[in-house]
């Protein structure tokens, strides 16, 4: 109804009142046409099956794709990120130990050596000192043989030449008492 | 004198007549061609509900290339308002999960509102969403979501829930309980209006600073100025009301399906 009479104003240009007007605007805002509301939720149902199918639904799920793509991307580059320090710690812990044991080894290796050294030359003091000591007892055996001998020998010597001396003066065993004598005094 | 005070009020009443004539909905569409006569059933704007619909396929359906797995262009700036819409209005007021799953619907209303707004600015269509009844129907459809799409997720009592706040007492809750059930039917009221009164009144400014020039002849020249300016405003607004009718809708509804305890 109110078109229709919008409709004729416009046809001949208008000669309104100023009533006339402002009644037909308050009319014309806010006329109720449900033609209008129903084409609205045609339309706006449309768009909305429309899109949830063209845009809305491939547009939501590529999001939600991607951040889970970039979450895991983080999520990957942190977890490398301790591999690689994990992988740093080892070696560092690989290289620290390597050199303990480099030390270690160096180590041991210089106390064997001292070791051996000293047992070497304890060793070697050793059988010198056996060999002087069995020096010395064979010298002193031969000493004692040789003393012996010379004990016996210069007895003879005496006896000899005191049974020479005495052999006319004296009888054998008056002779033989001065030379025991004699003995005992040497 | 008195004829030349008759004169301006003449054109005056010209000018509020054309204004009048713009903004309000018509049998037909003024093209530079002339006047195209519409169906008996299709008034202007519901053309251009169709057009602004179509012009969404063509965006939506032609322009967004969602193959790309890295957003370029248009598409990336389509994909930071549907995602606006998801993490900033959505899950904020919905909730996670049902935030996620109503994203599709706050999407349409948002872009539907945009192009329907933007469009008339352009000339030779006209603004839908300055007609009441375009409003209403959209307004509408948010109360049907927060009565049925309530009463579907938390049944009759969890509907009636959210007009009895924890906590009060019983006496109050007879004041209360009405109050709240009118509190559903004026948010969605001043949704309809909040729209269609600034697509209208916005147009009506810009309108009636030109208008100075026919009733003030090139004294109104400077108001041609005032009038780009407030169509670049006009540019912002077009905007910013469709992102208050969404934001609105999800914040209401929200609070019908989560029911503050």
């Known amino acids: ?186 | 004198m008195a004829a030349a005070a008759e004169q301006g009020a003449d054109k005056a009443a010209l000018v509020q007549e054309y204004i009048l004539h713009h903004v309000v909905d018509a049998p037909y569409w003024s093209t530079p061609f002339g006047k195209v006569a519409l169906p008996e059933w299709l008034t202007l704007h519901g053309l251009m509900l169709f057009i602004g619909a179509g012009i969404l396929f063509f965006l939506f359906g032609l322009l967004y290339r969602h193959k790309d797995p890295v957003p370029r262009g248009l598409t990336n700036l389509l994909e930071v308002f549907v995602l606006f819409i998801r993490d900033n209005i959505c899950r904020p007021n919905l909730g996670d999960i049902d935030g996620r799953k109503m994203t599709p619907l706050f999407c349409s209303f948002f872009f539907f509102i945009l192009v329907l707004n933007l469009m008339g600015l352009i000339p030779l269509f006209s603004t839908a969403t300055g007609n009441v009844n375009v409003t209403g129907a959209l307004a509408a459809i948010t109360l049907g979501f927060m009565i049925f799409g309530t009463i579907a997720k938390n049944g009759f009592g969890g509907f009636m829930a959210a007009f009895m706040p924890h906590g009060v007492p019983w006496p109050v809750l007879i004041l209360l309980v009405p109050i709240e059930i009118m509190g559903l039917f004026i948010k969605s009221f001043a949704l309809m209006i909040r729209l269609f009164a600034t697509m209208m009144a916005g147009h009506i400014v810009v309108f009636s600073l030109i208008g100075m020039v026919v009733i003030f002849g090139a004294y109104g020249a400077p108001s041609l100025l005032l009038a780009v300016g407030i169509y670049l405003l006009e540019l912002f607004v077009c905007f910013l009301q469709a992102y208050i009718f969404t934001l609105l809708s999800a914040i209401f509804i929200g609070q019908m399906y989560h029911p503050a305890h």
């Open chain 1, 1 to 186: 109804m109110a078109d229709a009479v919008h409709s004729e104003a416009v046809a001949e240009v208008p000669h309104l009142t100023h009533e006339e007007i402002l009644h037909q605007e308050e009319v014309d805002l806010f006329n109720p046409q449900p033609m209008m509301v129903g084409l609205t939720w045609l339309t706006f149902l449309l768009v909305t099956i429309v899109l949830y199918k063209v845009a809305w639904k491939p547009i939501l799920q590529a999001l939600d794709k991607r951040e889970e793509t970039i979450r895991e991307s983080l999520e990957n580059a942190a977890k490398a990120r301790a591999e690689l320090e994990d992988i740093e710690n080892r070696r560092n812990e690989i290289i620290g130990e390597a050199d303990a044991k480099a030390t270690e080894i160096v180590a041991t290796a210089k106390q064997a050596a001292v070791d051996l050294a000293g047992s070497i030359e304890e060793s070697a003091r050793k059988e010198a000192e056996i060999l002087v000591e069995n020096a010395r007892r064979e010298i002193r055996t031969e000493q004692d043989k040789a003393m012996a001998a010379l004990r016996k020998e210069s007895a003879n010597l005496a006896i000899d030449l005191t049974r020479r001396i005495l052999e006319d003066q004296l009888n054998e065993e008056k002779g033989r008492q001065l030379a025991d004598d004699m003995l005992k005094r040497i």
